[in-house]
């Protein structure tokens, strides 16, 4: 394989350029004025929701022309896009809110160009996951973002074990009406005592910040009227050290399964394999503890 050096600036070809173009999580003065510019001067913009984009050109008084790519029209949008591109029209590509291709359309564009030679030149602008990060008050970095965890309860838990052991601070984005069903699914996999914090609504008028550990943001969620987009950022995985006050850390390997049974209503087996995963032990392991077999 040939490594490919592309420059973002001296365009030696007749080929157009992929812009990535960043949009206000919320506040729209949050539009940089090279974002504003980079619309401007496009031959066209390639917009998750064409609607949705049209408020932000009004404000901006952008006159560029839209077309439509999402998610559900990415297989043949994407060599419509890419003819355009060689033939030596500009295009930027916007999401809702937030970076293109971060939880959004884009990565498959950008891989086109790539494979086509065309410049891609991402310009830097509002993002979610930094914006809660750095306000948090949780270690900043390292940092592991993944963005929307899988709907199904098992696919949740299953991915979240993954993760447990994990010592750098995790970032994820959560909808209103899914969010007390995630945060049982975290207290169940990392325990009640890591920290967490819940950011709500970043950069709009109802913006919100609720710290304190998985349980406490549980039982908030439990009893609050939850609405606005989430960015949960939840502490890494200390493993107990420093004698940190984490009740799990301190109790036996069968008071662990017995505990989540009681707390969380879960199976004997779906526990044990839980506890497994925490411990670092083999699942048989755990099973023989928990039953009292030798």
Same mark, same amino acid.
């Given at each position: 394989?040939?490594?490919?050096?592309?420059?973002?600036?001296?365009?030696?070809?007749?080929?157009?350029?992929?812009?990535?173009?960043?949009? &206000?999580?919320?506040?729209?003065?949050?539009?940089? &004025?090279?974002?504003?510019?980079?619309?401007?001067?496009? %031959?066209?913009? =390639?917009?998750?929701?064409?609607?949705?984009?049209?408020?932000?050109?009004?404000?901006?008084?952008?006159?560029?022309?839209?077309?439509?790519?999402?998610?559900? %029209?990415?297989?043949?949008?994407?060599?419509?896009?890419?003819?355009?591109?060689?033939?030596?029209?500009?295009?930027?590509?916007?999401?809702?809110?937030?970076?293109?291709?971060?939880?959004?359309?884009?990565?498959?564009?950008?891989?086109?160009?790539?494979?086509?030679?065309?410049?891609?030149?991402?310009?830097?602008?509002?993002? =979610?996951?930094?914006?809660?990060?750095?306000?948090?008050?949780?270690?900043?970095?390292?940092?592991?973002?993944?963005?929307?965890?899988?709907?199904?309860?098992?696919?949740?838990?299953?991915?979240?074990?993954?993760?447990? #052991?994990?010592?750098?601070?995790?970032?994820?984005?959560?909808?209103?009406?899914?969010?007390?069903?995630?945060?049982?699914?975290?207290?169940?996999?990392? #325990?009640?005592?890591?920290?967490?914090?819940?950011?709500?609504?970043?950069?709009?008028?109802?913006?919100?910040?609720?710290?304190? %550990?998985?349980?406490?943001?549980?039982?908030?969620?439990?009893?609050?009227? !939850?609405?606005?987009?989430?960015?949960?950022? !939840?502490? #890494?995985?200390?493993?107990?050290? %420093?004698?940190?006050?984490?009740?799990?850390?301190?109790?036996?390997?069968?008071?662990?399964?017995?505990?989540?049974?009681?707390?969380? #209503?879960?199976? &004997?087996?779906? =526990?044990?394999?839980? !506890? =497994?995963?925490?411990?670092?032990?083999?699942?048989?392991?755990?099973?023989?503890?928990?039953?009292?077999?030798?």
């Amino acid at each position: 394989m040939a490594i490919q050096k592309n420059s973002s600036f001296r365009n030696l070809d007749s080929k157009g350029a992929l812009y990535l173009v960043p949009t &206000p999580i919320g506040n729209l003065k949050d539009m940089s &004025p090279r974002a504003v510019e980079t619309l401007k001067q496009v %031959n066209l913009i =390639a917009a998750e929701d064409t609607r949705n984009t049209q408020k932000l050109l009004n404000y901006f008084d952008i006159k560029t022309k839209q077309i439509s790519f999402h998610k559900f %029209n990415t297989k043949e949008r994407i060599p419509e896009l890419i003819q355009k591109l060689n033939n030596g029209q500009d295009i930027a590509q916007v999401s809702d809110a937030g970076t293109p291709s971060i939880s959004d359309p884009g990565h498959e564009l950008v891989e086109s160009c790539i494979k086509n030679e065309i410049r891609v030149i991402a310009i830097p602008g509002p993002s =979610a996951s930094i914006t809660a990060l750095i306000a948090s008050g949780i270690l900043p970095q390292p940092f592991i973002f993944y963005g929307f965890l899988p709907r199904k309860k098992s696919e949740q838990i299953n991915e979240l074990e993954k993760l447990n #052991g994990q010592e750098y601070t995790q970032v994820y984005y959560e909808a209103p009406h899914r969010l007390k069903k995630t945060l049982e699914n975290m207290v169940t996999v990392f #325990g009640e005592k890591r920290k967490v914090v819940l950011c709500r609504e970043l950069t709009k008028r109802y913006e919100e910040y609720i710290r304190g %550990n998985l349980q406490e943001a549980l039982e908030w969620s439990t009893n609050e009227d !939850v609405r606005g987009e989430f960015v949960i950022v !939840v502490q #890494g995985n200390e493993k107990c050290e %420093n004698e940190i006050q984490d009740v799990q850390c301190k109790l036996t390997i069968k008071e662990q399964v017995q505990r989540l049974i009681d707390q969380q #209503g879960i199976k &004997p087996n779906a =526990a044990i394999k839980i !506890v =497994a995963k925490n411990n670092n032990l083999k699942k048989q392991e755990v099973y023989n503890e928990f039953h009292g077999l030798r």
